[in-house]
């Protein structure tokens, strides 16, 4: 089965400093996706970034960014020039591959954003 | 563009009783997957409609049934509850096929079983 782990329960980061979330995660799989979704006090899930990974090149979406190390199997999230609107839980989320749906995720850190 | 929507908001029902929660894909999507979100905890997959089939099924109980209809929208019935079926019910929908599994969520529906 597939785990995903987050180690850190909880973050915090002074605006528009630099964060690093991370997440390790665990599949036998060798064509997969990885995610990283954030989940503000509304409740609605918003994708944040994704990675292919069988693309070495590390994904970036703005202000976020990702570290992703395959054979260490480790996926990192990095906020730069962080906003008071980044506050929100962030889970890491792998899919099953080879064409599955199902996402696995992670119990997520919640992350702070000190004015 | 409608999102996800999911009804109702809020539920509170009795141990033992049965619930049915609703949700309307995203415009131009085909595949509703559900998702139980626990106090504290990331969401773990119920189970995945295509083809008003389910396709995918992740680790519960056949308490938890679905249903998806030809206009691709989904229900989650739950029977026989138990308290710990407490928890946010998510919906997501994504287009099939699509590539990286992109999924957009709904806002949830709140279960509390007493």
């Known amino acids: 089965a597939q785990t995903v782990t987050q180690s850190q329960p909880e973050m915090s980061v002074q605006e528009a400093e630099t964060v690093t979330l991370s997440c390790t995660y665990d599949?036998?799989?060798?064509?997969?996706?990885l995610f990283w979704y954030k989940q503000p006090p509304s409740r609605q899930m918003i994708l944040v970034i994704r990675?292919?990974?069988?693309?070495?090149q590390n994904a970036t979406e703005n202000r976020f960014s990702v570290n992703f190390q395959k054979a260490a199997k480790s996926f990192s999230l990095k906020i730069s020039d962080s906003q008071l609107g980044d506050a929100a839980m962030y889970f890491c989320?792998?899919?099953?591959?080879?064409?599955?749906?199902?996402?696995?995720f992670g119990k997520g850190t919640k992350l702070s954003v000190i004015p | 563009d409608a999102g996800v929507t999911q009804s109702p908001t809020h539920l509170i029902k009795t141990r033992g009783q049965q619930v049915t929660l609703r949700c309307s894909p995203k415009?131009?999507?085909?595949?509703v997957s559900w998702y139980q979100q626990a106090l504290g905890q990331g969401p773990q997959f119920i189970f995945q409609?295509?083809?008003?089939?389910?396709?995918q099924r992740g680790n519960f109980p056949d308490r938890f049934s679905g249903h998806q209809f030809p206009n691709y929208s989904s229900e989650l019935n739950v029977n026989a509850l138990l308290l710990g079926d407490s928890a946010l019910y998510l919906c997501?929908?994504?287009?099939?096929?699509?590539?990286?599994?992109?999924?957009?969520f709904g806002p949830g529906t709140r279960l509390t079983v007493t």
């Open positions: 989320a792998s899919d099953s591959g080879a064409g599955s749906y199902q996402l696995t």
């Open positions: 415009s131009g999507h085909d595949t």
């Open positions: 990675q292919e990974a069988y693309k070495q």
């Open positions: 409609y295509y083809e008003e089939e389910e396709r």
């Open positions: 997501a929908s994504s287009l099939e096929p699509s590539g990286g599994s992109e999924q957009y």
């Open positions: 599949t036998s799989e060798s064509d997969y996706y």
